[in-house]
Structures are given as structure tokens and as C-alpha cells.
T-cell receptor, first 115, second 115 residues
């Protein structure tokens, strides 16, 4: 069953602008990950944030996690045309529920950055 | 370039054919995964191998048969597929199992078309 739901489904911005994508999930988690997928390619891991973390940075990426709201956001600052891709959040199960070897992906946000 | 190599990149087969997809990684990862991804959809987990043993089968039809000959190789044997099986098949690996706790490394996939 699908766990994460990204919002918006599609986002179009100009180069240099910031892009924010949101992910909501339904059950408690141990970890939440964000991935990028360029058209016709495999997924590339961006950031993993654990349930006891609230914010994480990697270069131009900033991920926040609010477990009370069961939501996460991915912020890409100073976007570039090369950031054009689909972005997916993925969640696992909570240890209290037996944990999970599985990652369940959300529907994704298709980001277009116009030059 | 990805560190997980999948072959072939494209495969067209008839419904009566038998073919195999191959996945290889040399990162010393002990967990390997098969995902199926339809167009404009997120990846859906099919199988998980942990230390060369099948640990998760997501109720995949028996016309898909996974095999893990050693810690670096993962195969997916295909037989009597249906047109609805046309999709991008992605292989991934992670250092250990419990896929949500570690980043997964994806190959670029095999695009499969069933005639």
C-alpha cells in the first residue's frame, strides 16, 4: 500500500527560484528518504532523515520532518535546469510495528526548472 | 554512471518467450531489491534478497522468478508474461537489509515491452 503522498504533483519554476515539495504519510515511521529520478533513469538517493531528526541539509537541499503532522518537505534552493526531475519520498515502517525491510514510495512530484 | 548495473537496457519479448534480467553490484551490499515501475508511477517493490536469501515476495505472480546466485548478482527470470507486465524494472541494493534505514542504490533499469 502507498504510504507517502507528495504535493504538488507537478511544479514548474524558473532557474534561481526555490522549489518546495511536500510529503505526507499515514503511519509512524523510523526513517524517511527522498529520491530523485531523471527521465528514463534510475532513482538517486538524496537524503535520509530519521524519525528523531527534524531537519537535515545536503548542499542546496534541505529536508524537514514533522512526525506529529506525519509530513516532510524537501526544499531545493537556487534551482538549476539540471534539477528537472521527479522527486519521491519513501518511508519505512516503525520499529514498534515490527519494522520493515520495505521502502514504500509516494506518488512523486514532477519538477520542471525552466532556464 | 550508476554503481548498480542492469542488463539489458531494453527488452522486447513475446508472451511465450523466456528471458532474464540481470543486475550486478560490487559495493559489498548484502541486500538487493527488484522494483517494477509503470509510467508516471512510483516504483513498487517486488522482491527483497537479504544475504542471498529471499526475504520478501510482494505476492508477485509466479511468471516472475527471482534468483540471487551470489552476493553481487541478482536475476529476474521471466516467462509467459502478459502485456500489463510492460514496465521499467529497477534493481537496487543497500548495505544491509532493513531497506528503510539505509540509502538504496538503483540501477537505470530494464525497459520491458511485452508484445
Amino acid at each position: 500500500s502507498q504510504q507517502g503522498e507528495e504535493d504538488p504533483q507537478a511544479l514548474s519554476i524558473q532557474e534561481g527560484e526555490n522549489a518546495t515539495m511536500n510529503c505526507s504519510y499515514k503511519t509512524s515511521i523510523n526513517n524517511l528518504q527522498w529520491y530523485r529520478q531523471n527521465s528514463g533513469r534510475g532513482l538517486v538517493h538524496l537524503i535520509l532523515i530519521r524519525s528523531n531528526e527534524r531537519e537535515k541539509h545536503s548542499g542546496r537541499l534541505r529536508v524537514t520532518l514533522d512526525t506529529s503532522k506525519k509530513s516532510s518537505s524537501l526544499l531545493i534552493t537556487a534551482s538549476r535546469a539540471a534539477d528537472t526531475a521527479s522527486y519521491f519520498c519513501a518511508t519505512d515502517g516503525s520499529a514498534t510495528q515490527g519494522g520493515s525491510e520495505k521502502l514504500v514510495f509516494g506518488k512523486g512530484t514532477k519538477l520542471t526548472v525552466n532556464p | 554512471d550508476t554503481e548498480v548495473t542492469q542488463t539489458p537496457k531494453h527488452l522486447v519479448m513475446g508472451m511465450t518467450n523466456k528471458k532474464s534480467l540481470k543486475c550486478e553490484q560490487h559495493m559489498g551490499h548484502r541486500a538487493m531489491y527488484w522494483y517494477k515501475q509503470k509510467a508516471k508511477k512510483p516504483p513498487e517493490l517486488m522482491f527483497v534478497y537479504s544475504y542471498e536469501k529471499l526475504s520478501i515476495n510482494e505476492s508477485v505472480p509466479s511468471r516472475f522468478s527471482p534468483e540471487c546466485p551470489n552476493s553481487s548478482l541478482l536475476n529476474l527470470h521471466l516467462h509467459a508474461l502478459q502485456p500489463e507486465d510492460s514496465a521499467l524494472y529497477l534493481c537496487a541494493s543497500s548495505l544491509q537489509s532493513w531497506g528503510g534505514r539505509q540509502p538504496q542504490h538503483f540501477g537505470d533499469g530494464t525497459r520491458l515491452s511485452i508484445l
